[in-house]
């Protein structure tokens, strides 16, 4: 049976895709900022970081569940 600093750093912490994912978020939405111009390509990056944001906190929400139904107290 995993001790809790094994299940802590397994499941209790980001991985290194969503790390990146969600880099790439904040530099997209820095891209958009920066740019200030309203147009096509700037609403499909809102659209792609939008999804991404939405399958990141998926993906966290499952990982806290599953956390808790293994009756685990999260920090």
Same mark, same amino acid.
Not at 21 to 40: P, R, Y
């Given at each position: 049976? &995993? %001790?809790?600093?094994?299940? &802590?750093?397994?499941?209790?912490? /980001? %991985?290194? @895709? ?10 997209? =939405?820095?891209?958009? @900022? !920066?740019?200030? !111009? /309203?147009?096509?390509?700037? /609403?499909?990056?809102?659209?792609? =970081?939008?999804?991404?944001?939405? %399958?990141? &906190? +998926?993906?966290?929400? /499952? +990982?806290? =569940? &599953?956390?808790?139904?293994? %009756?685990?107290?999260? !920090?």
């Amino acid at each position: 049976m &995993k %001790n809790i600093k094994d299940i &802590k750093k397994s499941e209790g912490m /980001l %991985n290194s @895709a969503e790390v990146e994912e969600l880099k790439w978020v904040v530099e997209e =939405i820095n891209n958009v @900022a !920066d740019s200030k !111009d /309203l147009n096509e390509e700037n /609403l499909l990056k809102l659209e792609n =970081i939008l999804t991404t944001l939405i %399958n990141v &906190k +998926r993906t966290y929400t /499952l +990982r806290v =569940i &599953k956390l808790l139904k293994q %009756n685990h107290i999260l !920090d």
